[in-house]
């Protein structure tokens, strides 16, 4: 079955779209005419997963941290391609030729992993040790292309799903690195990878084709879309909610932690300070302990 000439994108809300985005938009539609161009934004992603999702499955969905849209993104891409078949594309991502020109008719499923080696423009990225066995790295997935009812959605979302009923912030961490474990490159590769040989796919580099990971790529403001406050990769909370109040010393650790860590290391007065406390506190024990054990004699 040929891939379905539908391109599916999302924003959070389709009133309030970035001007920069707004145009890679209408680029896209004017590059592929013969192409179905819908656009969800969170209201509507919401509709559709509750649409597609069994009870169960939808109630599991509702325990997702509503900061971590990214999470509900995921899930979406993955279901609506599952669904309709098509093309999903990260708003911030862009196609350089008419879709039509580049993807060939016995196409399925496409894999695609990043120009990641050691002088390439993304060296090192999707280098995870949870899939340290897949050799270059994550599957790309700010990217779907897929023909309708592809299995290796099918199990995509059964693992987000799952991953999300089993969450906590010991198991999957918070944040970025929860977020990447809970349903993104790290949920969606490690998925994959076991069924690569059981059923139809393609693996190249996109990049060939035309696609581009981000629209902003060669200029000064590359890193642009994640520098607002609001990115998860900012974010430092867990992703699912549901029962976190059983690791929450951890949460609460963790955020002590990282803080004075960053103390000690931009701060001497702060190392000096804790070595004299540490000798002040050896020093005491040393000289008190005599006399208290003098004393119960």
Not at 74 to 84: K, T
Not at 184 to 193: A, E, L
């Amino acid at each position: 079955m040929p891939i379905p000439r539908k391109l599916f994108q999302t924003v959070p809300d389709r009133t309030a779209i970035d001007n920069d985005y707004s145009a890679n938009i209408a680029k896209l539609i004017r590059q592929n005419p013969g192409w179905e161009h819908r656009l969800f934004d969170n209201a509507d992603m919401t509709a559709y997963l509750r649409d597609k999702l069994s009870p169960d499955d939808w109630r599991a969905v509702q325990d997702i941290n509503p900061k971590y849209g990214v999470v509900l993104a995921d899930l979406w891409r993955y279901a609506v391609i599952y669904h309709e078949g098509g093309v999903y594309l990260d708003i911030k991502s862009t196609i350089n030729a008419p879709l039509d020109e580049i993807l060939k008719p016995d196409f399925r499923f496409v894999i695609s992993q990043w120009r990641n080696k050691f002088g390439q423009l993304y060296e090192g990225a999707g280098l995870y040790p949870e899939i340290s066995h897949v050799p270059g790295g994550e599957f790309q997935q700010w990217f779907v292309i897929s023909e309708e009812g592809h299995p290796f959605l099918k199990a995509v979302i059964a693992q987000v799903i799952a991953n999300i009923r089993n969450y906590s912030p010991k198991r999957f961490g918070m944040g970025k690195e929860g977020v990447l474990r809970l349903s993104g490159p790290i949920c969606y590769t490690s998925t994959i990878w076991p069924l690569r040989q059981h059923f139809p796919m393609t693996a190249l580099d996109v990049v060939d084709l035309g696609f581009q990971y981000s629209i902003y790529e060669g200029t000064a403001d590359k890193d642009r879309h994640a520098r607002q406050p609001s990115h998860y990769s900012n974010l430092r909370e867990p992703n699912v909610l549901k029962d976190v109040y059983v690791d929450r010393g951890q949460v609460i650790t963790l955020g002590i932690g990282e803080l004075l860590a960053r103390e000690v290391l931009e701060n001497t007065d702060v190392v000096l300070k804790l070595a004299v406390l540490s000798f002040v506190a050896t020093i005491s024990f040393i000289v008190v302990l005599p006399i208290l054990l003098w004393g119960w004699r």
